[in-house]
Nanobody
Framework: VQLQASGGGLVQAGGSLRLSCAVS????????MGWFRQAPGKEREFVAR????????YYAESVKGRFSIARDNVKNTVYLQMNSPKPEDTAVYYC??????????????????WGQGTLVTVSS
């Protein structure tokens, strides 16, 4: 199973950026998928989660209204649209598959397969 995150880079505050997570080895249409991030010197934190069909999504309060998670089950890919990013959004962003037996979605242990991460740097 591989999750390949891409789309990171340098973006100006107030701009936009779209991250992609291409998955191979499993069919994601059965699973919830999430995005996490880890800033330098900080713990990994939940950003967003989308259910298996794309009908429900959840966000950390810090990104609600600015970020949007989406999925294309045909392309086996998950996206994170980052609008109006702020310097404090600077982090390595990781995509992950939610564990089939997980009862929650905001903790790292609710996920089993992880991508390698893509760095997002937001300049002020």
């Amino acid at each position: 199973v591989q999750l390949q995150a891409s789309g990171g880079g340098l973006v100006q505050a107030g701009g936009s950026l779209r991250l992609s997570c291409a998955v191979s080895g499993i069919t994601i249409s059965r699973y919830g998928m999430g995005w996490f991030r880890q800033a330098p010197g900080k713990e990994r934190e939940f950003v967003a989660r989308i259910n298996y069909s794309g009908g429900q999504s959840y966000y950390a309060e810090s990104v609600k209204g600015r970020f949007s998670i989406a999925r294309d089950n045909v392309k086996n890919t998950v996206y994170l649209q980052m609008n109006s990013p702020k310097p404090e959004d600077t982090a390595v962003y990781y995509c992950a598959r939610q564990r089939p037996d997980s009862g929650g979605y905001i903790k790292s242990w609710d996920y089993d397969y992880w991508g390698q991460g893509t760095l997002v740097t937001v300049s002020s």
